[in-house]
């Protein structure tokens, strides 16, 4: 009886181990904004989506409410993927903030980028 109690402990503490891990890698690719190229983009707000990518919809969702639906560009992976090789767009969704003739890119939902508008 003792046994079972121990490898339950042992599960669980894997259980949490893992999960902190997956928080802490979560939370450091949210904090990764990075200043990119933009020589051939005017000022604005662009977003990057895929037509495979779960959560794109939601952050386009989240644009259209603070940008309206003709306050950003979108850029699609599956019709320009040159785009985002030339970028350095490495993930999806993202949402590029030029100003300046300087871009900021934000990883993920677009929260953190529309907070800096």
Request: charged share 25%; aromatic share 8%; proline share 4%.
């Amino acid at each position: 009886m003792d046994e079972i109690w121990v490898r339950a402990g042992f599960v669980l503490a894997l259980l949490i181990t893992a999960g902190a891990i997956a928080l802490l890698q979560r939370r450091g690719a949210e904090r990764e904004v990075r200043e990119i190229e933009v020589s051939l983009l005017a000022d604005g707000t662009y977003f990057f989506s895929s037509a495979i990518c779960s959560t794109c919809r939601t952050a386009r969702h989240m644009l259209d409410e603070h940008l309206g639906p003709d306050g950003y560009t979108e850029y699609s992976w599956e019709r320009e993927p040159e785009r985002f090789e030339r970028l350095g767009i490495g993930e999806v969704p993202a949402t590029l903030i030029v100003s300046g003739g300087r871009g900021r890119l934000y990883p993920g939902q677009p929260g953190r980028a529309l907070d800096g508008l």
